[in-house]
């Protein structure tokens, strides 16, 4: 199985404040790297697909980069609704598979 | 509306079954892959499985975890998937998501659930 490991486990920014959080894989997954933004109670939101191409309706804030084994999420200016934990997670083979998550709280 | 309503989840109890639905609506369900992704508390999300459309024959594949004890299913004609819980444990105490990619060629969730809770305990 392909292990996904994210970094930091959480982080504290502040509103404006550029935030990256990190992803890597155990082999070599190509592009085939997704991200999700998940909020207490609420459904799990698609951001980011084949690590860099960004979902339909989400703010050009977000970006994603990377391929091979190491990948990043970056939030450019962080605003009061990125507050959530986010999860990178692979779409290159079954059994498919999620890196722990990174909290992004306010500081 | 493009969405997928899960129900069924409940307290039930160390060695028993549950049986979870999931319903969609808005989208092409007969070309689509259904997986179902759970959530234990505090924890992050966990891959439980899937079945794909009947043009590749409803394949289904699981986590290691759950080989044995959990069954994918669906029905076209309804609109609906399923998962079947049996030989439940406490660590699979957790929400429960029914997720798509509305397609069945990717593998990326771009519909989610609200999710629905499982207890497991005596």
């Known amino acids: 199985d392909i292990q996904m490991t994210q970094s930091p486990s959480s982080l504290s920014a502040s509103v404006g404040d550029r935030v990256t959080i990190t992803c890597r894989a155990s082999?070599?997954?190509?592009?085939?790297l997704n991200w999700y933004q998940h909020k207490p109670g609420k459904a799990p939101k698609f951001l980011i697909y084949?690590?860099?191409s960004l979902q339909s309706g989400v703010p050009s804030r977000f970006s994603g980069s990377g391929s091979g084994t190491y990948f990043t999420l970056t939030i450019s200016s962080l605003q009061p609704e990125d507050f959530a934990t986010y999860y990178c997670?692979?779409?290159?083979?079954?059994?498919?598979?999620f890196g722990g998550g990174t909290k992004v709280e306010i500081k | 509306e493009v969405q997928l309503v899960e129900s069924g989840g409940h307290l039930a109890q160390p060695g028993g079954s549950l049986k979870l639905s999931c319903a969609a609506s808005g989208f092409t369900f007969s070309g689509s892959a259904i997986h179902w992704v759970r959530q234990r508390s505090g924890k992050g999300l966990e891959w439980v499985g899937r079945i794909r459309s009947r043009p590749a024959d409803y394949a289904t594949a699981y986590a290691a975890s759950v080989i044995g004890r959990f069954t994918i299913s669906r029905d076209d004609s309804q609109n609906m998937a399923y998962l079947e819980m049996s030989s439940l444990k406490a660590e699979d105490t957790a929400v429960y998501y029914c997720?798509?990619?509305?397609?069945?060629?990717?593998?990326?969730?771009?519909?989610w659930g609200q999710g629905t809770l499982v207890t497991v305990s005596s």
């Open positions: 082999q070599s997954i190509s592009s085939y």
């Open positions: 997720t798509s990619p509305l397609s069945d060629y990717v593998f990326n969730f771009d519909l």
């Open positions: 084949e690590a860099s």
């Open positions: 997670q692979q779409s290159y083979s079954v059994p498919l598979t």
